[in-house]
């Protein structure tokens, strides 16, 4: 399906982009280090880059997660469970995931809109906190959509008793 090569595309791409996130946070680290042993000095702020960028890569690469089934699970029945009803176990599961999801979705959007409103900044070098908080809710509402789509599929495997593969 289509929109299967779309969601795998756009999960990856935010993989990567959480990826490069921490990848310059590596390399900003080993920079610091150097800068201690040869200078005597660091960087001020890294500790809030690196804040940034593992926030960034958590919430960025849950979507992922839940579109390749990489969550933690305990796999005792579901491998002799028939097609439909592992979708319902999954459905199940799904349900739950896209309420927490909705519930986390809620929570931070309000919080967003505080740290908006009072202009709250990071401690060391004033990243604007919301920048934060936009990285979160991306994550989460993206991982929404997926479990939507899982959902569907799950419904889809549901009715016709065969597995609607998400890959």
Not at 123 to 138: K, R, T
Request: contains cysteine.
């Amino acid at each position: 399906m289509r929109i299967n090569k779309i969601v795998d595309t756009a999960t990856m791409a935010l993989v990567w982009v959480g990826g490069l996130l921490v990848l310059g946070v590596m390399l900003l680290t080993i920079g610091d280090i150097v800068s201690r042993w040869a200078f005597a000095k660091g960087f001020i702020g890294l500790v809030d880059v690196t804040q940034f960028a593992v926030v960034g890569f958590a919430y960025l690469a849950l979507p992922r997660v839940f579109w390749t089934d990489a969550n933690v699970a305990i796999e005792l029945y579901d491998d002799r469970l028939s097609p439909r009803a592992d979708a319902a176990l999954r459905a199940f599961a799904l349900m739950l995931a896209i309420g927490i999801v909705a519930l986390l979705l809620r929570y931070g959007w309000v919080q967003a809109e505080r740290t908006l409103r009072y202009g709250d900044i990071s401690q060391n070098i004033g990243i604007p906190m919301v920048g934060f908080w936009a990285l979160i809710l991306c994550g989460l509402a993206m991982s929404g959509l997926i479990c939507l789509l899982r959902l569907w599929q799950c419904a889809a495997t549901l009715v016709s008793g065969k597995r609607a593969d998400a890959h």
